[in-house]
Structures are given as C-alpha cells and as structure tokens.
C-alpha cells in the first residue's frame, strides 16, 4: 500500500533548514583561507558569490511553486530536459548533497574530539547515525531540530557580531585590495560552496505545509540573513585579528572571539560552530534522501526508493541508503576534494535552475502555473547562466575535469538501468514542437497531465461534480471553416451516441434555441445549452473553432462550451452554466484557449482556472 509523504513543513522551518544547510565550513572554516587570497576584499567575494545566487534562487522559486514534489531541483530538470539529464542530475544533486553532509560530520567530529578519547570517525559515524534515526522518525522532529539548531548558532553569531564591532581596528583593511581586484573574483568561486544549500531545500517541497507562499520567502529571507551574517562576521573577524595569523587560521571565528572576548566567548563561538555544523549534517540527510524518491517515482531507480513508512510518513529505504552512503564516505573518501567537485555540481544545477525556467517560461505549457514569478525574466536568467559559467571557469581544470567524470556516473547508470524503464514528457519537447514539429508528433499529453495533477494536489482542488464532467467531456478541434449547422450536427451525432439519444433531435434543439436566443455572451464565446428528456442525463462538448463559427446575428465564435442536461439536472446545468461563463471572463483565457495544443490542453485551461465553488 502507498503512502503520501505528510505536510509537516513551516515557513520558519524553511528557512532555517535553508540557512542551515548554507552556514557551516563557509563560515567557520573557509574565511581564513580565502583571506590569504584576497586580503580584506574577501568580504565583497562573499557579496558578490551571494548576489550571483539570486537569478537560481528566484528562477527556483518559481518552479518550485508549479511542482511542489519530493526531488527538489532533481524534479523540475528532469520535467525541463527529460529522463537523461534528469538522471545526471539526481545522481550529482545527491552525491553532492550527502557530501556536504558527510563534510559536516566531520566538522562536527574535529570539535567533538577534544572532549572524549574517541576517533574523529568513530564521533561522526554516531552523529551520522543519530541523525538518521531522527530523519527515520519523522519530517517535523527532524525540522523542529533543526529550527532549535539554527536560531541557536545565530544567536552566538549576533553576539559575536555586536560585541566585536566595537573592538574594529580600521588599519586590518588597508590596503583592502591588498591581492588585486582579480583575486576578488578567483576567491567568489572558492567561498560559492558557502552558499551550496540554498536550493537544497526543494527536495522538502513535498512536505510543506503552503510552498507556494512558504518557499519563496524562505529562501529569499535565509539568502538575505546569511549574506548580511557573512559579510558582518567576517568584517569583525578582519578587524580584530591580526592579518599574519588570520591567513593561516582554519578557525578563524573562533579565533577573532579569543581576541575582544576571551575562552568564554571563544567557547560560546565554538558551541555555534558545532550547531552549525550539525545544522548542515541533519540538512544533509533531509534533503539528499529525498533524492532517490523522486528518481525511483520516475523509474529511474528501483522501486524499492519510494517506499514510505506508514507510522512516520517517512521515506526510510531513501534515509537509509543515504545514510549507508554518508558512512562510507565518512571511513573510505577523500572527504575534502570530493566537496570541492560538489561545489562544482552545485554551479551546474544553479546553471540549470534558470536553463529551465526558460524552458517552462517558453514552453507555454498551460498547466505550468507557479505561485510565484521570477522577475525580469530572462534578464536575470541569462545572467545567472553567465555567472555560474563565469565561476566554473574561476575553479580550474582539474575540478571542472572531476566534474565531468562525476556527471559520467549518472550517464552510465542511465545507459545501463533507466533507458529502458523511463518515459517522460519534457518542456524542450514542447519547446522543439513550437519551433518545428508544428504537426505536434513529438508530443504526448503525459507532461500536461502530470502538471495539472501537481496544481490540484497543490491548491487543494475538490474534484467535485464540474471537475468531473470536465475530465469526461468530449472536444472538438476545428481547423477549418463550419458553418453553424454542420457544426451542431457534429456535436449532435457525438452527444447522441454518447447519451444514447436521436442525433436528429439533438440538431432541431440546438438550432430552435439559437434562432429563439443567442448563445453568445460574449466576443468570440458561445455556450450553447438544451434541455432533453431523460433522467439523469447530463454532458458537456467543449469546442475550438480556430477559423470561427457564425451564428445568428454574423456572431463569430472561436470558443464554445455545449451544455445538455435533462429537466432533474436543472440545479447541475444552472451550476454549470454559470462556472464556464465565469472561467471565461478570466484574463488571459482566450489566448490560452487559442495557442493549446491538444484536447488534454483545452480541458486543463478550463479545470485549472479559478472559479467560486458553490
């Protein structure tokens, strides 16, 4: 039996598993090194490594919101680019992410290792499987904890910001391009790794309670917080350590406290710091695990991957694998390069992020309907591109030739399992359809129907009686001129094979009724409504006229929804009546009706369009 993942997921928790699983080794560990790259203009490298994550962020956030699903960042690539890419990506999203989670458990067991005889290993394997056992028991404890981690080392972080301001000494950034400006941009790509988690927490969507308000205002108040945090952390720590021994530091936070407030502040810095890194971890395995669901759903892993604990309605098989692999990596891997080809990745996936909103944006696939819309659209998309190209040249040939041998694995499990087994729709298909297959056979309905599913999983649509009768209906899509009475014999011969009634008698009432009244009621739209006899007889046609139909009175008509319902189905075709006059008074209607490409199309404008329920 399946279950549904359970919404458990806050605003608040957004955030701080964002903000989490951003502030950890970038803050507490890399500053130092960058320093002694980049002098005291470090801090514009982490302004402007932030500021280059925006055009990701809000392309995200904006998908995201059209597909809140497990997979994140993983779920919208494959949708864009299809089941090759998709699989490259999911592979590299969850290597990647259970990188950084295994990286933080070290972190976490360099600190632990001073208080107890135990191996740094042995520390980060218990740690690792302590956070498993919570991400086993439930989404809310595991955000509940994290939340309680967050706050906690932003607290320690405001003290350290405010009581080391005052103890600044102006003469530590003089001169402030101390390594000249090109270092500024060589240091944006090393420190871009303390930014990696901020499109992460989409493979959360699933979870939350209202993602289409929740998610984008979290990630844009935790890139916010977190680059204000960096840039104020690292002013101080410049300001009060010594150049010499900042640029050697691999404790650079704790060190600055040392300086202006002693061992307690030091300790407390180091108490942060643990949060932290344990913050990161605990985000690690939340989001990498989430990873292997989504691919499994698609066939692209065994399915095995999706199954969902009853009790805690939680992905266990997909926690648990990401766990044994976090382990391993944690005994056997290089730990240090292995993160700096994930940061590699990660630049690739912010990369994508915006390839595929203009994808989606292009596509103009009508059951695309994010909450949210990135502005400046593809202004910011081409620069978010440009950026992350700009940074991966900024990393060298030897992690970009790493990366590329990281992407292999994905291809290589595709050609060998996933080829066979996926099938998936993708928005370059439709995009290719627009440009050159205009006899539409590259395309199925599978894409749309799978988006359209999304939004009403989303919105909480009641698939009530009108929702129904629309998923059934018949439509009819006229390329060429008709006139009207050709065209109510077309419907009159469907209708009556369907309702088992003389075709005959369908024509004679839809004629009588257009000479007796029009059924137009507005430019271009025609509902055209009878009443039979019968009992419990009820169906609605929806029709595309693209050449258009006159009606009495030289009314030309494109769109027209026929209404027939027998005397008891009063009530129904009353309801009905009134919700199609409704939907088509929405902005925007008529253009979406006239560039559909399938009869799929024209029923999900019509079910996807607002309407008051009665």
Same mark, same amino acid.
């Given at each position: 039996?399946?279950?549904?993942?359970?919404?458990?997921?806050?605003?608040?928790?957004?955030?701080?598993?964002?903000?989490?699983?951003?502030?950890?080794?970038?803050?507490?560990?890399?500053?130092?090194?960058?320093?002694?790259?980049?002098?005291?203009?470090?801090?514009?490298?982490?302004?402007?490594?932030?500021?280059?994550?925006?055009?990701?962020?809000?392309?995200?956030?904006?998908?995201?919101?059209?597909?809140?699903?497990?997979?994140?960042?993983?779920?919208?690539?494959?949708?864009?680019?299809?089941?090759?890419?998709?699989?490259?990506?999911?592979?590299?999203?969850?290597?990647?992410?259970?990188?950084?989670?295994?990286?933080?458990?070290?972190?976490?067991?360099?600190?632990?290792?001073?208080?107890?005889?135990?191996?740094?290993?042995?520390?980060?394997?218990?740690?690792?499987?302590?956070?498993?056992?919570?991400?086993?028991?439930?989404?809310?404890?595991?955000?509940?904890?994290?939340?309680?981690?967050?706050?906690?080392?932003?607290?320690?972080?405001?003290?350290?910001?405010?009581?080391?301001?005052?103890?600044?000494?102006?003469?530590?950034?003089?001169?402030?391009?101390?390594?000249?400006?090109?270092?500024?941009?060589?240091?944006?790509?090393?420190?871009?790794?303390?930014?990696?988690?901020?499109?992460?927490?989409?493979?959360?969507?699933?979870?939350?309670?209202?993602?289409?308000?929740?998610?984008?205002?979290?990630?844009?108040?935790?890139? @916010?917080?977190?680059?204000?945090?960096?840039?104020?952390? @690292?002013?101080?720590?410049?300001?009060?350590?010594?150049?010499?021994?900042?640029?050697?530091?691999?404790?650079?936070i704790s060190d600055g406290a040392g300086v202006f407030g002693g061992n307690t502040l030091k300790i407390i810095i180091g108490v942060g710091a643990f949060l932290a890194f344990i913050s990161t971890a605990n985000s690690g395995i939340m989001t990498a695990s989430r990873y292997p669901l989504a691919m499994s759903r698609d066939k692209l892993l065994p399915p095995g991957f999706q199954k969902i604990s009853s009790k805690f309605k939680t992905p266990y098989t997909a926690i648990l694998f990401t766990g044994f692999f976090m382990i391993t990596a944690i005994l056997f891997l290089r730990l240090e390069l292995l993160v700096k080809v994930a940061s590699g990745v990660l630049i690739l996936l912010y990369i994508f992020a915006n390839l595929t909103l203009i994808l989606f944006r292009e596509s103009k696939i009508s059951s695309y309907q994010p909450k949210f819309h990135s502005p400046f659209y593809p202004y910011l998309q081409v620069l978010g591109i440009s950026g992350g190209l700009f940074l991966l040249m900024g990393m060298g040939m030897l992690i970009i030739f790493l990366t590329t041998v990281f992407l292999?694995?994905?291809?290589?499990?595709?050609?060998?399992?996933?080829?066979?087994?996926?099938?998936?729709?993708?928005?370059?298909?439709?995009?290719?359809?627009?440009?050159?297959?205009?006899?539409?056979?590259?395309?199925?309905?599978?894409?749309?129907?799978?988006?359209? &599913?999304?939004?009403?999983?989303?919105?909480?649509?009641?698939?009530?009686?009108?929702?129904?009768?629309?998923?059934?209906?018949?439509?009819?899509?006229?390329?060429?001129?008709?006139?009207?009475?050709?065209?109510?014999?077309?419907?009159?011969?469907?209708?009556?094979? &369907?309702?088992?009634?003389?075709?005959?008698?369908?024509?004679?009432?839809?004629?009588?009724?257009?000479?007796?009244?029009?059924?137009?009621?507005?430019?271009?739209?025609?509902?055209?409504?009878?009443?039979?006899?019968?009992?419990?007889?009820?169906?609605?046609?929806?029709?595309?006229?693209?050449?258009?139909?006159?009606?009495?009175?030289?009314?030309?008509?494109?769109?027209?929804?026929?209404?027939?319902?027998?005397?008891?189905?009063?009530?129904?075709?009353?309801?009905?009546?009134?919700?199609?006059?409704?939907?088509?008074?929405?902005?925007?209607?008529?253009?979406?009706?006239?560039?559909?490409?399938?009869?799929?199309?024209?029923?999900?404008?019509?079910?996807?369009?607002?309407?008051?329920?009665?």
């Open positions: 039996m399946k279950h549904g993942l359970k919404k458990e997921l806050t605003l608040l928790d957004i955030f701080c598993a964002t903000a989490g699983a951003m502030i950890s080794s970038g803050l507490f560990i890399l500053p130092g090194l960058a320093f002694a790259q980049a002098g005291p203009a470090i801090i514009l490298s982490y302004i402007i490594a932030g500021i280059l994550c925006l055009p990701a962020l809000l392309s995200t956030a904006e998908l995201i919101t059209a597909m809140p699903k497990a997979g994140g960042n993983y779920f919208y690539i494959m949708r864009g680019f299809g089941p090759l890419l998709g699989t490259v990506v999911g592979f590299s999203a969850w290597l990647s992410s259970s990188l950084k989670g295994a990286f933080a458990l070290i972190g976490m067991g360099a600190y632990l290792i001073l208080l107890t005889d135990l191996s740094l290993e042995v520390i980060a394997l218990i740690c690792c499987i302590f956070f498993i056992i919570l991400n086993l028991i439930g989404i809310k404890e595991a955000g509940r904890f994290q939340v309680f981690l967050v706050l906690g080392f932003l607290s320690t972080l405001l003290v350290y910001i405010v009581w080391g301001t005052k103890t600044v000494n102006p003469e530590n950034f003089s001169p402030f391009f101390a390594k000249g400006l090109d270092s500024v941009f060589t240091m944006t790509s090393f420190v871009f790794i303390s930014y990696g988690g901020l499109i992460e927490v989409t493979t959360l969507a699933e979870e939350t309670k209202n993602p289409g308000r929740d998610f984008p205002l979290g990630m844009i108040l935790s890139l @916010i917080v977190v680059s204000i945090v960096y840039a104020l952390v @690292i002013f101080v720590t410049i300001g009060v350590l010594n150049p010499e021994n900042l640029g050697v530091s691999l404790t650079p292999l694995l994905g291809f290589i499990w595709y050609k060998a399992y996933a080829q066979k087994r996926a099938s998936q729709d993708s928005a370059l298909i439709y995009v290719l359809e627009r440009l050159v297959a205009r006899d539409k056979e590259l395309t199925s309905d599978n894409l749309l129907t799978e988006l359209k &599913d999304i939004v009403i999983e989303r919105d909480e649509v009641i698939r009530d009686k009108f929702h129904k009768l629309i998923e059934e209906s018949k439509v009819l899509d006229i390329e060429e001129p008709l006139k009207m009475e050709d065209f109510f014999k077309e419907v009159s011969d469907i209708l009556g094979k &369907d309702l088992n009634l003389e075709p005959r008698e369908l024509l004679k009432k839809f004629m009588k009724r257009e000479e007796e009244s029009s059924t137009v009621i507005r430019k271009g739209l025609a509902i055209p409504h009878i009443v039979v006899d019968g009992r419990n007889v009820f169906k609605v046609l929806l029709a595309r006229a693209k050449t258009g139909i006159i009606l009495p009175g030289d009314k030309l008509v494109h769109i027209i929804f026929v209404i027939v319902g027998s005397h008891d189905e009063r009530n129904l075709h009353l309801k009905v009546l009134a919700s199609m006059a409704q939907i088509a008074q929405c902005p925007e209607f008529d253009e979406k009706w006239s560039r559909a490409r399938s009869a799929e199309e024209l029923r999900n404008i019509i079910l996807l369009t607002e309407r008051r329920k009665d």
